[in-house]
């Protein structure tokens, strides 16, 4: 075991935290899930690409700085410890990307991950329909073979998108051969919003921004790849036709596991709500000892994510990466939001109902075991590919 | 930044799993029952040790892993040792393991008696145990067979000879763990180490204690699973084995995802043992969510296996009612977190 920073990494944590401190607007953004929120977003995004902070872990060539695994976790870190904004374009750069990098063509990665660190590209998740949920499988939306045009023609719907509404291109899965069943005959479809054939309606979510949207696709047309820019910007398939689940699982690792949630995130609100007990206490609060417990109860589950996450990474660089065990992960962080941001009303008692950062927080933190999967799906996966209990 | 155990590390963990699964296996930790517990069945005549365990582990040089070199021993760090407390754990090695070879050495290492040389050469080769107990009248586990008592009160550590010691002889829902009471008057002569000569060992002992009984539990709680995994994935009801239900798999999964998440937390609290720095927080942080995690496991593992759990003929219970011992000895899961609670909160 090593748990201390090489001088490199120190060095990497120095500038990225005197950056943040010059950079990060002294007062929150609103939220990037409105419309007026996601422009003043955006601007945040042009910032961090252009001092090369949008995406520390990729290449160079495409907007990164070349930065290891372990100075992307120190990044993260810093960036929540200095309440930077949410990341718009978290979708796109922690969601899609990975995806890219694993199967996609070089042309493909040349051309669309440029554009997505530089939130040229703001990308939304297709993978939910009003019939298929936790249930993906059973996806409806349609992706027709057109000989003559040379392409697919893509119809059906898709809902639950995170900023569709406010995004310009949607990733997802579509059967592509109408006899297979379940998760055979479905492919992973790139696709711009502003193609003919494409509406989407935004709509509220339980804070009551317009953080989801639905998508209705009739008869839009991607081409085939030509290998040109045209074609591609046009849309696209990533992988091979047919093998979209297997394509798309590995998205749903990168979101389940540490990519999308870095401990970093979680350490910082820890660090919120110990401030935020100690004013209480400060103030002459009367506090049920309990509620105190469940302070240390969550910096403690925060602990122990971030010393899981040090081991999944040390997994990661040394050729082990976690596979179905991701699933841990997704149970445990949104779990662990939800409890921490319980206990943070808890201390404020009967102000937290005042419409604040907490109580927008517990909001969101309850999506947690929802989206990604559920937790029900989770501890299936758990039972079943971790543990190796028999599946029916 | 690396946090996983060495290549070395992991060979060494892997060939006491080896022996332990060799020499300490159901039949082994069955015989180590005592007799006065040995009512309900067929329990043995046991003193709460596998001999044949111990003195593997002491040929392949795990009892003085921590014991310097210039004493016998190998002179290595906490770190190499936890890993191998998940694995006696995990076997449901009765014996002193954590006692003698992770919490006395680094102890006695810091005293400038003699005595306390002595005895670390002799725990390196496997020649004494050592009972280890906290506070005035301590109750310690295999107390009818140790040799010695490190004994550390609030200002010291005394180390008492077994042979002369006054024990009361305590029966632990365990059988295997052969408890006493020693019955102790602090005096002077049994100093080995004080809080004006070495504060720092005496608190580290106490972290030690925590860290190594949690990463046991660790290895308790992957017992049980395992053996309800097989066993789920065994019984048939309605037709079906019992593991294809959901109720069943959504219990396992939690009780799967506490241990997850404890055994990292014993690894960190055993690293900075390793390096020298404060452990309190940490140890206390690995020990509340070893000891609760092992309390939902050993809920959950004999709720699954019905009746057939709920008797001594079956193997759990071997396991059950040790994890209930060790989630309290040493402290439980309340005492380590307002520990944690009084650093974040009070200081
Ligand atoms: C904030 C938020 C953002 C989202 N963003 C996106 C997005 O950008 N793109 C996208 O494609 N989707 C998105 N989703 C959708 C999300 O992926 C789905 O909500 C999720 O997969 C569950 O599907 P469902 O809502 O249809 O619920 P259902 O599948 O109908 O489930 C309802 C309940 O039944 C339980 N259940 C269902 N099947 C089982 C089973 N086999 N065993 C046990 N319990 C079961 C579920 O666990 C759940 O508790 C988002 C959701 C939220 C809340």
């Known amino acids: 075991m090593d748990l201390t920073w090489s001088e490199s990494e120190q060095h990497f944590r120095e500038e990225c935290r005197e950056w943040l401190r010059a950079n990060v607007p002294a007062e929150p953004l609103p939220s990037g899930d409105t419309s007026e929120g996601f422009a003043v977003h955006l601007e945040w995004e042009y910032l961090l690409h252009s001092a090369g902070w949008a995406v520390v872990s990729w290449p160079a060539a495409y907007g990164g700085r070349d930065a290891t695994l372990w100075e992307w976790l120190i990044f993260e870190e810093e960036y929540y410890a200095a309440g930077a904004p949410q990341r718009i374009t978290q979708n796109g750069i922690f969601l899609l990307a990975p995806t890219i990098f694993e199967f996609g063509s070089r042309a493909q990665q040349d051309y669309y991950l440029p554009r997505m660190s530089a939130a040229q590209d703001l990308w939304c998740q297709g993978w939910s329909e009003p019939n298929a949920g936790s249930d993906l499988a059973g996806i409806k939306s349609r992706a027709v073979r057109d000989d003559e045009r040379g392409g697919w023609v893509l119809s059906g719907q898709k809902t639950w998108t995170t900023r569709g509404a406010f995004s310009t291109h949607l990733f997802g899965l579509f059967r592509t051969d109408p006899e297979a069943e379940r998760h055979r005959g479905l492919t992973y479809f790139l696709a711009p919003l502003t193609a003919e054939g494409m509406t989407v309606r935004g709509f509220g979510r339980l804070d009551g921004d317009e953080g989801f949207a639905e998508v209705f696709l009739d008869d839009v047309f991607v081409p085939d790849d030509d290998g040109t820019t045209e074609t591609m910007a046009a849309g696209g398939i990533l992988g091979e036709i047919g093998q979209g689940w297997g394509v798309a699982m590995s998205t749903t690792s990168s979101e389940r596991g540490l990519t999308l949630r870095s401990p970093g995130r979680f350490r910082a609100a820890a660090a919120r709500l110990l401030e935020l007990a100690h004013d209480q206490i400060a103030a002459g609060v009367d506090l049920d000892p309990a509620v105190l417990d469940a302070v240390t109860d969550a910096w403690i589950d925060t602990e122990a994510y971030a010393l899981y996450t040090l081991r999944d990474v040390t997994g990661v660089v040394e050729g082990t990466p976690a596979g179905a065990r991701s699933s841990y992960n997704k149970v445990f962080w949104s779990e662990l939001d939800v409890r921490l941001h319980e206990a943070a009303l808890d201390l404020l008692g009967a102000e937290a109902e005042l419409d604040g950062s907490w109580m927008h927080g517990y909001e969101f933190s309850l999506s947690g075991p929802i989206y990604a999967g559920t937790n029900e799906i989770q501890r299936n996966i758990i039972a079943e590919r971790v543990l190796g209990l028999p599946r029916k | ?347």
């Not at chain 2, 084995?241 to 799967?256: M, N, W």
């Open chain 2, 1 to 347: 930044m690396r946090f996983a155990p060495t290549e070395e590390q992991a060979e060494f963990r892997s060939a006491v799993k080896a022996l332990l699964a060799d020499t300490c296996d159901i039949v082994a930790v069955r015989a180590s029952w005592g007799g006065e517990v040995g009512r309900h069945t067929d329990v043995g005549q046991g003193n709460g040790r596998v001999e044949r365990a111990w003195k593997g582990l002491a040929d392949m040089g795990v009892l003085g892993l921590l014991v310097p070199e210039a004493d016998g021993g190998m002179g290595m760090t906490q770190d190499a040792f936890v890993g191998i407390a998940v694995e006696a754990g995990y076997a449901g090695l009765p014996d002193p393991l954590i006692e003698t070879a992770a919490v006395a050495p680094p102890v006695l290492a810091s005293s400038s008696e003699p005595l306390a040389s002595e005895i670390l050469a002799r725990i390196a080769c496997g020649e004494v145990t050592v009972g280890v107990g906290f506070g005035e009248s301590p109750i310690v586990p295999c107390a009818s067979t140790a040799d010695w008592f490190l004994i550390l009160t609030g200002s010291a550590a005394h180390l008492l000879d077994a042979s002369a010691a006054d024990i009361t002889p305590l029966s632990s829902v365990d059988g295997a763990r052969h408890l006493g009471r020693v019955n102790w008057n602090a005096d002077d002569s049994t100093v080995v180490v004080s809080s004006d000569s070495d504060a720092v060992a005496l608190a580290a002992a106490r972290n030690a204690a925590a860290t190594f009984s949690a990463a046991a539990l660790v290895g308790l709680s992957h017992r049980m699973i395992d053996m309800t995994v097989e066993y789920v994935g065994e019984r048939r009801q309605f037709g079906v084995p019992i593991g294809s239900f959901q109720a069943v798999k959504h219990e396992l999964a939690d009780a799967a995802l506490g241990v997850e998440f404890a055994e990292p937390l014993a690894f960190n609290a055993a690293h900075l043992l390793s390096v020298g720095e404060d452990a309190t927080v940490a140890a206390s942080m690995a020990k509340s969510r070893a000891s609760r995690s092992s309390q939902v496991a050993s809920d959950v593992c004999l709720q699954l296996h019905g009746a057939i759990g709920y008797t001594v003929e079956h193997d759990l219970h071997l396991f059950m009612k040790r994890a209930w011992a060790l989630s309290r000895q040493y402290g439980d899961f309340r005492t380590h977190r307002a520990v944690v609670r009084r650093a974040l909160l009070e200081d």
